[in-house]
Nanobody, 123 residues
């Protein structure tokens, strides 16, 4: 089993910035195998969960949703993934979830999920 713990959510005004972090933990060998891809998803009230960004362990490839390109930056240090969110908009308001996949690629299925952290952007 792999545990994912997010931190860094909060309330910010439109145009501001927030940085989310997520740490993966568990038995070392299992954690390494299970976190080939670390990503972020979000779910706004009344909407489906959507992909935000992901980063691969193997070659550092990054993937972004069109809605966040140029504003959000994902980075990774071993089993920790961060999401730097700049120029935030009210429509970025959502619960943000960290997720891990055993495989890589933009369409990878995710096997583990964090409990989520709230991001609220006021207008």
């Amino acid at each position: 089993q792999v545990q994912l713990e997010e931190s860094g959510g909060g309330l910010v005004q439109a145009g501001g910035s927030l940085r989310l972090s997520c740490a993966a933990s568990g038995r070392t060998f299992v954690t390494v195998l299970s976190t080939n891809l670390l990503g972020w998803f979000r779910q706004a009230p009344g909407k489906e969960r959507e992909f935000v960004a992901a980063v691969s362990r193997n070659d550092g490839s990054t993937y972004y949703a069109d809605s966040v390109k140029g504003r959000f930056t994902i980075s990774r240090d071993k089993n920790t993934v961060s999401l730097q969110m700049n120029s935030l908009k009210p429509e970025d308001t959502a619960v943000y979830y960290c997720a891990a996949s055993k495989v890589s690629g933009p369409s990878a299925p995710y096997d583990y999920w964090g409990q989520g952290t709230q991001v609220t952007v006021s207008s």
